[in-house]
């Protein structure tokens, strides 16, 4: 059993060993473009110590960040919900790492005849739907020094480590606001003790009190996470 | 300090001459609503007084009510050309009316790795800033526009 990436974790061990012949370790380099806009999904990444982004691109070149996707998810759900099903978004690599990556058809083929992996995919699905809602009223609604404070306790709940390799040029893209905004809103959290942000390096000082700077929206996806998938392995038939 | 090293910063004794033993005072123009807050809390943080205009026509107005004295302009380029902020800046200088140039400094925005991290003089008491972080501006700041008495021999 894997059990760094918490989709296959909270599998039975079942259905776990129907799929592990398909899955295969790979590893993500940053900045490495795991799907285009209208190209077919060929693969699903299930990642273990890697951090990807899915992003939206304007006509006018403005890029978004509009789902994060770490060790407690997967990344081309679209995949299942047709044969040649495409999206709008691209799936960079952030922060490089470890991924197992399945080939689609195999797992649509799987996912159409077992239901208890129809039963965790969707699940999965409406946990990323909670993540995806609650991205869209952070952003409108949530003051930047709350987003970001939000966005990188999402990060560095995806990872083991409290040393993050993110320039502020990547997280204003993520973040969707200027380069100036991430620039001055990190020195305001460093400011306050909660990080320290030099040339490219944000080190967590402080988690406790960056997620009392967060806003709400974390423990809301966290919380909607644990509920839908469980919090133990095997948990899901 | 990693920043203090950056190939600018002529003229400072002459800099340093004009500032006293008061808070020093950073008109500040800058017209994103996302970045005003935090920028205003770092600089307040560092010791400064701030006065803030959201844009050029806010600034003009502010100055011509009769904004108090200021030591150092400090402009964000948002959408603009270097240039344009340049000129703006030069415009606000010259509406306060006083005999001295108060120093400028514009902090850019879009620009690549390799001006990452690099201050740059690029007139008399003109100067544009490439982040890479906060620090950078503290840094620049502190240079331009000390928030400590001088020591004097």
Request: hydrophobic residues 35%.
């Amino acid at each position: 059993m894997t059990a760094q990436n918490r989709l296959l974790s909270v599998m039975s061990q079942a259905l776990y060993d129907k799929l592990a012949p398909g899955l295969k370790r790979v590893e993500l380099q940053r900045g490495a473009c795991l799907h285009e806009p209208e190209e077919v999904i060929q693969n699903l990444y299930f990642p273990l110590d890697c951090v990807l982004s899915i992003t939206l691109t304007l006509s006018n070149g403005t890029t978004a960040e509009t789902g994060l996707v770490g060790k407690r998810e997967v990344i081309g759900i679209n995949a299942l919900m047709g044969g040649r099903e495409t999206t709008q978004t691209t799936y960079i690599v952030q922060i490089p790492g470890s991924a197992m990556k399945i080939d689609a058809q195999i797992l649509r083929e799987e996912f159409d005849r077992n239901k208890d992996l129809r039963d965790v995919m969707l699940r999965y699905t409406q946990a990323f739907i909670a993540q995806t809602s609650q991205t869209t009223a952070c952003n409108s609604l949530h003051r930047l020094d709350q987003r970001l404070a939000r966005w990188l306790l999402e990060v560095h709940d995806r990872l083991d480590k409290d040393e993050l390799s993110l320039t502020q040029e990547f997280i204003a893209e993520m973040l969707g606001v200027r380069r100036a905004g991430v620039t001055q809103t990190a020195q305001q959290l460093q400011s306050e003790g909660l990080i320290r942000y030099q040339r490219g390096h944000v080190h967590i000082l402080n988690r406790p009190g960056l997620q009392a700077c967060a806003c709400e929206c974390f423990l809301t996806v966290k919380d909607e996470y644990d509920r839908l998938l469980g919090t133990t392995s095997g948990s899901l038939p | 300090m990693a920043h203090s090293a950056s190939p600018i910063l002529c003229s400072l004794p002459q800099m340093l001459d004009q500032h006293s033993t008061k808070t020093p005072c950073i008109f500040v123009l800058e017209p994103d609503d996302n970045v005003r807050p935090a920028l205003r809390h770092n600089l307040q943080h560092w010791g400064y007084q701030v006065i803030m205009a959201i844009d050029q026509e806010d600034a003009i107005q502010r100055i011509q009510a009769g904004q108090k004295h200021f030591d150092l302009i400090l402009l964000n380029q948002g959408e603009y050309s270097l240039d344009k902020m340049m000129a703006i800046g030069q415009q606000i200088r010259r509406a306060t009316k006083l005999n001295s140039p108060i120093p400028m400094l514009i902090m850019a925005e879009q620009y690549g790795a390799d001006l990452e991290g690099q201050n740059v003089q690029v007139n008399d008491n003109e100067y544009v800033t490439y982040l890479e972080d906060g620090e950078q501006l503290k840094s620049i700041l502190q240079q331009l526009c000390p928030t400590q008495e001088r020591q004097l021999p």
